[in-house]
C-alpha cells in the first residue's frame, strides 16, 4: 500500500470518526441538561434546560428562565453543528466526484465549507440574535422595574401635553451608536 493511500484511508476514517462524535454530541445538547443524564427528551436541551418554567418558580425566577430561554441559539455549540455539516457535505461530494478524493482534497474541501458555514452563522447569530436578545433583556428589565403598560390619566396639563418620543431622532442616534465588532 502507498504511503498516500495510507493517508487518504486515514483521513476519512479520521473524518468519519469525529462526524460521529460530533453528532453523538450535539444529539446529547439537543436532548439532555448534562452529560451522562437519563432525562433525556425534546425540550430538556443544555442551552436551554434551566429555562423550564415551574409552577413554584416567583416572578423573578420567570424572568430569568424567559432571559435562559431566549439565549438558547446563543449558548449552543456553534461550531460542532458547522462541523456536522462540513464533513457530511464533503462526503456527499466526495459520493458525485469521478474517483475518491485524495485525504489532502478531502480534508481541504470540509475544511472550507466548515469555515464559510462557521462564519454565516456567526453572522447571523451577531446579526439577528443578538439584536433580539437586547430587545428581551431590556422588555424584562422594564418588566422588573414595573414599567409596563398603561399608567392611568395625566394628572396635569403638561403631561398630558409630552410629545411622544421622535422614532427618526431615536434610528439617528442607534445609527452614530458605535458598533460591536463583528467577532463578538
Known sequence: ????T???????IGLLLAFLWAVKSERQDLYCPRPNCDACYKGNGAAYAQGIPTDQDTKEELLEKLKISCRYD???????RCLIFAILTGFIVALFLKGIPSGAHLLLAVFTIYLISYLMYEFYKYELAKPALRHVDDGINRLRDGQVGYQGE???ESESEEEAPDINQMLNELEEAEPEPWWI
Open 74 to 80: 446563543i449558548n449552543s455549540v456553534t461550531w460542532r
Open 1 to 4: 500500500m502507498e504511503f498516500g
Open 6 to 12: 495510507f493517508i487518504t484511508i486515514g483521513t476519512y
Open 154 to 156: 395625566p394628572d396635569t
